[in-house]
């Protein structure tokens, strides 16, 4: 059986492999949308046969998809985490955080791709926001809420994977139903309506006695 080209190099292993065709979807994918790549045109971008995308990727489109868009949550990720890190209060980190993160879905196509309204109902592997995604949020967020529980600005009683659930579903929203509000009244916003989830219960004192 004749071995499967790749162009003008072959990998030099499994994970050459799968980066190379990661690498292919992303161009298909900002070239064609997901909707319309096929898992034969991922071939082609990579110069190998359908069957060796499903030898790398079972899952075929979709797994792709997931890929494809988790690697640019791993890079945006820690330019999230140097930034927020310059956050006064961990109610400020989250914030920034949300602000950050909304602006990236709607400014990076490959990491909008697991957010995008095309994919519902097109790739299972990503229905509700995937298994991958909320790990990599809990990763992320886990270090500044434990630093926050002992400091009391945060729940004691704050459950990470809750936590992480709530900030994809707030993402989620403002990424594809954009608001109208300037920044400043967005961020008067997330503080009004997204961030009492995270705080303490309050000790009786009115507001006026503040």
């Given at each position: 059986?004749?071995?499967?080209?790749?162009?003008?190099?072959?990998?030099?292993?499994?994970?050459?492999?799968?980066?190379?065709?990661?690498?292919?979807?992303?161009?298909?994918?900002?070239?064609?949308?997901?909707?319309?790549?096929?898992?034969?045109?991922?071939?082609?971008?990579?110069?190998?046969?359908?069957?060796?995308?499903?030898?790398?990727?079972?899952?075929?489109?979709?797994?792709?998809?997931?890929?494809?868009?988790?690697?640019?949550?791993?890079?945006?990720?820690?330019?999230?985490?140097?930034?927020?890190?310059?956050?006064?209060?961990?109610?400020?980190?989250?914030?920034?955080?949300?602000?950050?993160?909304v602006a990236a879905v709607q400014?990076?196509?490959?990491?909008?791709?697991?957010?995008?309204?095309?994919?519902?109902?097109?790739?299972?592997?990503?229905?509700?926001?995937?298994?991958?995604?909320?790990?990599?949020?809990?990763?992320?967020?886990?270090?500044?809420?434990?630093?926050?529980?002992?400091?009391?600005?945060?729940?004691?009683?704050?459950?990470?994977?809750?936590?992480?659930?709530?900030?994809?579903?707030?993402?989620?929203?403002?990424?594809?139903?954009?608001?109208?509000?300037?920044p400043s009244d967005q961020r008067?916003?997330?503080?009004?309506?997204?961030?009492?989830a995270f705080l303490p219960p309050?000790?009786?004192?009115?507001?006026?006695?503040?």
């Open positions: 059986m004749a071995r499967t080209r790749w162009g003008a190099e072959a990998p030099e292993d499994a994970r050459a492999a799968k980066r190379r065709l990661v690498d292919a979807a992303t161009a298909c994918f900002e070239r064609y949308g997901v909707a319309k790549t096929s898992v034969e045109d991922v071939a082609t971008e990579a110069h190998v046969s359908r069957a060796t995308v499903y030898r790398y990727f079972p899952g075929g489109r979709d797994e792709l998809v997931l890929a494809v868009g988790m690697r640019e949550v791993s890079r945006f990720g820690g330019e999230v985490q140097r930034k927020v890190a310059k956050q006064p209060t961990a109610v400020d980190a989250l914030v920034e955080g949300v602000m950050l993160t400014q990076r196509p490959t990491l909008a791709l697991l957010f995008a309204p095309d994919i519902a109902g097109h790739t299972g592997v990503l229905a509700g926001g995937s298994e991958a995604l909320h790990r990599a949020v809990v990763d992320y967020t886990k270090p500044l809420f434990e630093t926050a529980q002992s400091q009391g600005t945060v729940r004691a009683d704050l459950d990470a994977a809750d936590a992480a659930e709530w900030i994809i579903r707030m993402v989620m929203s403002l990424a594809t139903s954009p608001s109208r509000r300037r008067r916003f997330l503080r009004e309506y997204f961030v009492p309050k000790t009786g004192r009115s507001h006026a006695d503040r």
